[in-house]
């Protein structure tokens, strides 16, 4: 029972770094979709550069707001570079356009030092039990485990 509580105790620190950034999806009526990078106000680091990765598609095109520059650096990949990192509480949104109208996407975000803050996937479909198919808004998986009666 004392291995088992030592264990439990050190399990927090492990999931520590998985809250400090969330990015969130929202596909708008022109076809192109809004990132929203957001830094948790307890992060003690700026994202300073955040990668996207599309799956089964492509970037077409992005828009940026002030203070970032982008590079596609492949068909599947952008790379978004701050001037000035986004701080802690805060967050900036980025647009984009591919040949998808609900894009899956793959994200890294980092810190200065190219530390990795964070990691998830967006867009991505989640099959529920029944038929119809919903579509994910933020990187924590959700889904619903059901036991049949």
């Given at each position: 029972?004392?291995i088992?509580?030592?264990?439990?105790?050190?399990?927090?620190?492990?999931?520590?770094?998985?809250?400090?950034?969330?990015?969130t999806?929202?596909?708008?009526p022109?076809g192109?979709?809004?990132?929203?990078?957001?830094?948790?106000?307890?992060?003690?680091?700026?994202?300073?550069?955040?990668?996207?990765?599309?799956?089964?598609?492509?970037?077409?095109?992005?828009?940026?707001?002030?203070g970032?520059?982008?590079?596609?650096?492949?068909p599947?990949?952008i790379s978004?570079?701050?001037?000035?990192?986004?701080?802690?509480?805060?967050?900036?949104?980025?647009?984009?356009?591919t040949?998808q109208s609900?894009?899956?996407?793959?994200?890294?975000?980092?810190?200065?030092?190219?530390?990795?803050?964070?990691?998830?996937?967006i867009?991505?479909p989640?099959i529920s039990?029944n038929?119809t198919?919903e579509?994910?808004?933020?990187?924590?998986?959700?889904t619903?485990h059901r036991?049949p009666?």
């Open positions: 029972m004392l088992s509580s030592t264990f439990t105790g050190l399990m927090p620190m492990v999931h520590a770094a998985s809250n400090l950034v969330t990015v999806s929202t596909n708008t022109d192109k979709t809004q990132i929203q990078v957001t830094n948790s106000p307890s992060s003690t680091f700026g994202i300073s550069s955040l990668t996207l990765q599309i799956k089964n598609g492509n970037f077409k095109s992005f828009t940026l707001g002030s970032w520059i982008g590079k596609k650096t492949s599947t990949t978004f570079f701050a001037s000035n990192p986004i701080s802690p509480g805060n967050s900036t949104v980025l647009t984009i356009s040949d609900t894009p899956d996407l793959v994200w890294s975000a980092f810190d200065l030092n190219n530390n990795q803050l964070g990691t998830g996937e867009g991505a989640v039990q038929p198919i579509y994910k808004s933020d990187h924590k998986i959700q619903n036991r009666p």
